[in-house]
Nanobody, 124 residues
Framework: QVQLVESGGGLAQPGGSLRLSCAASGFTFTNYAMSWARQAPGKGLEWVSGIYADGKNTYYKDSVEGRFTISRDNAKNTLYLQMNSLNPEDTALYYC?????????????????WGRGTQVTVSS
């Protein structure tokens, strides 16, 4: 079955950087769009970024655009999220998700698999 395993989270200082990875297995990775979402304590799930199956086009929520970069290595079945200029508002549990198609539509029903999440904490 589909499996998504996030890694790379941890503690960062404001202004610092982290690189998240999502190792995918159990499906033809190159055929599907992928997204990152996050959930902060006491808040709902928030979409962060999405990437098309071919990796040519990407989407970002306004608050992270210019600071975060989503990418994928289809040969390695791995999704990445490079996070720069981190601030405390970025503190959350970050999930990767597999879309049902090649397009990362921003709707929950478009995603059929989720990882367990990796914690990102930004604090002085």
């Amino acid at each position: 079955q589909v499996q998504l395993v996030e890694s790379g989270g941890g503690l960062a200082q404001p202004g610092g950087s982290l690189r998240l990875s999502c190792a995918a297995s159990g499906f033809t990775f190159t055929n599907y769009a992928m997204s990152w979402a996050r959930q902060a304590p006491g808040k709902g799930l928030e979409w962060v970024s999405g990437i098309y199956a071919d990796g040519k086009n990407t989407y970002y929520k306004d608050s992270v655009e210019g600071r975060f970069t989503i990418s994928r290595d289809n040969a390695k079945n791995t999704l990445y999220l490079q996070m720069n200029s981190l601030n405390p508002e970025d503190t959350a549990l970050y999930y990767c998700a597999k879309a049902k198609s090649d397009t990362p539509y921003p709707y929950p029903y478009e995603y059929d698999s989720w990882g367990r999440g990796t914690q990102v904490t930004v604090s002085s």
